[in-house]
């Protein structure tokens, strides 16, 4: 490609240079007014910008500047000297995930709730509404009644939702019917259990 990019390439830019150049971008109205001032003010502006000014060049020679700080080369070699002598941390273990990914805070201040906290008394109000109401949850986790209540309207656990078939409806198989299963078993078991004990102390007390 490079003997056809130079290619004829003296004409070419004998062509581009020949050209007429492009016209100056009209300027705004207020600009014009402006220089149209400064020409008013002093008629030989243009000529005094296009020459040197000897008493600027006299000032420019009394500017200087001293520097009372240390050189930047002396900082960075003592900042690299003081990361050389600094201990590394002797615990190299990965830090522990945590089952929400963050720390829970050991103490909930009043009024507040943990994330952990909210999920269980969702969950349970999910599981039973008429026993875990809104008043019982704001006294056990010292919450304001009004702001469990909109906690539990505006959110809910995750549910398993089974779209209609030809032969079976829509349902939801999630965790709430799963905890409905498991309350209603484990209320099935200890009932069944207090009878057994029941049962063998009227034995007992037979013999």
């Known amino acids: 490609m490079r003997p056809i990019?130079?290619?004829?390439?003296?004409?070419?830019?004998?062509?581009?240079?020949?050209?007429?150049?492009?016209t100056v971008a009209p300027?705004?109205?207020?600009?014009?007014?402006?220089l149209k001032r400064i020409?008013?003010?002093?008629?030989?502006?243009?000529?005094?910008?296009?020459?040197?000014?000897?008493?600027?060049?006299?000032r420019l020679k009394d500017v200087y500047v001293t520097s009372l700080g240390r050189p930047e080369d002396d900082v960075t070699k003592e900042k690299q000297g003081q990361s050389a002598k600094r201990l590394?941390?002797?615990?190299?273990?990965?830090?522990p995930d945590f089952d929400f990914g963050l720390k829970e805070p050991e103490k909930v201040p009043y009024g507040r709730t943990t994330l952990r906290h909210a999920i269980d008394y969702i969950s349970s109000h999910q599981t039973n509404p008429e026993e875990v109401?809104?008043?019982k949850i704001a006294f056990e986790y010292k919450l304001k009644v009004e702001d469990v209540e909109n906690i539990l309207?505006?959110?809910?656990?995750?549910?398993?939702?089974?779209?209609?078939?030809?032969?079976?409806?829509?349902?939801?198989?999630?965790?709430?019917?799963?905890?409905?299963?498991?309350?209603?078993?484990n209320v099935k078991e200890i009932e069944s259990k207090k009878e057994e004990e029941d049962n063998k102390q009227a034995q007992v007390k037979n013999i």
């Open 5 to 22: 990019k130079s290619f004829n390439i003296e004409n070419r830019a004998h062509r581009v240079i020949s050209k007429e150049k492009p």
């Open 153 to 185: 309207k505006y959110f809910k656990t995750y549910e398993v939702y089974l779209p209609a078939t030809k032969t079976t409806p829509a349902t939801f198989a999630g965790p709430t019917v799963l905890r409905r299963q498991l309350l209603k078993s």
């Open 88 to 95: 590394l941390p002797q615990d190299r273990k990965a830090p």
């Open 39 to 58: 020409r008013e003010v002093d008629p030989d502006i243009d000529v005094k910008l296009a020459q040197k000014d000897p008493e600027l060049d006299e």
């Open 133 to 135: 109401t809104a008043e």
């Open 27 to 34: 300027s705004y109205p207020s600009t014009v007014e402006e």
